[in-house]
T-cell receptor
Framework: AQSVTQLDSQVPVFEEAPVELRCNYSSSVSVYLFWYVQYPNQGLQLLLKYLSGSTLVKGINGFEAEFNKSQTSFHLRKPSVHISDTAEYFC???????????FGTGTRLLVSP | NAGVTQTPKFRVLKTGQSMTLLCAQDMNHEYMYWYRQDPGMGLRLIHYSVGEGTTAKGEVPDGYNVSRLKKQNFLLGLESAAPSQTSVYFC???????????FGSGTRLTVV
């Protein structure tokens, strides 16, 4: 079975600063990895996904993530955040059979002026 | 617009009452899911379906039942609501493969 750990429950950052949201996963088989964003009172939207190939994945809104198999990590990064990036971010994993996703507990990104 | 529609958006139930949450998708997706979201716990899978007429248990299935009689609909039932079922419920759908989920906007359920 897969599991996901998001160590940071909340990350405060100033506008235009870089940010990294950490995600580590556990699995005995090959995996697919995802990042989702949830704005207040909304559902989740897909930011980016890693299925295979290049370990650096680019997503929407200037976000990117790097898959590191040896460290079982899939950290999310953005070089310069905006106020509008304030949201909750969820990392998720599935096995390559992709019947279901397992989500982490989420990281709340708080961007202040 | 294509997507996943959940009804109702809000509901307050008394302990012991029953209700059904409806999820409808118009993307011809094979897979559908029900998750609950609680503070500090992320999203936990309740039940899911990999095709019309099929259902399977997820991580937290107790107290819930589901049905997938039509490909486009996935119903979540609470037979006897308990305060522990106070949560935000999300439905999602996906195509076979790893395209990712499309989520509904959620149902906020309060059991008093």
């Amino acid at each position: 079975a897969q599991s996901v750990t998001q160590l940071d429950s909340q990350v405060p950052v100033f506008e235009e600063a870089p940010v990294e949201l950490r995600c580590n996963y556990s699995s005995s088989v090959s995996v697919y990895l995802f990042w989702y964003v949830q704005y207040p009172n909304q559902g989740l939207q897909l930011l980016l996904k890693y299925l295979s190939g290049s370990t650096l994945v680019k997503g929407i809104n200037g976000f990117e993530a790097e898959f590191n198999k040896s460290q079982t990590s899939f950290h999310l990064r953005k070089p310069s955040v905006h106020i509008s990036d304030t949201a909750e971010y969820f990392c998720a994993v599935s096995d390559v059979g992709f019947q279901k996703l397992v989500f982490g507990t989420g990281t709340r990104l708080l961007v202040s002026p | 617009n294509a997507g996943v529609t959940q009804t109702p958006k809000f509901r307050v139930l008394k302990t012991g009452q029953s209700m059904t949450l409806l999820c409808a998708q118009d993307m011809n997706h094979e897979y559908m899911y029900w998750y609950r979201q609680d503070p500090g716990m992320g999203l936990r899978l309740i039940h899911y379906s990999v095709g019309e007429g099929t259902t399977a248990k997820g991580e937290v299935p107790d107290g819930y039942n589901v049905s997938r009689l039509k490909k486009q609909n996935f119903l979540l039932g609470l037979e006897s609501a308990a305060p522990s079922q106070t949560s935000v419920y999300f439905c999602a759908s996906s195509q076979q493969g790893a395209g990712g989920y499309t989520f509904g906007s959620g149902t906020r359920l309060t059991v008093v």
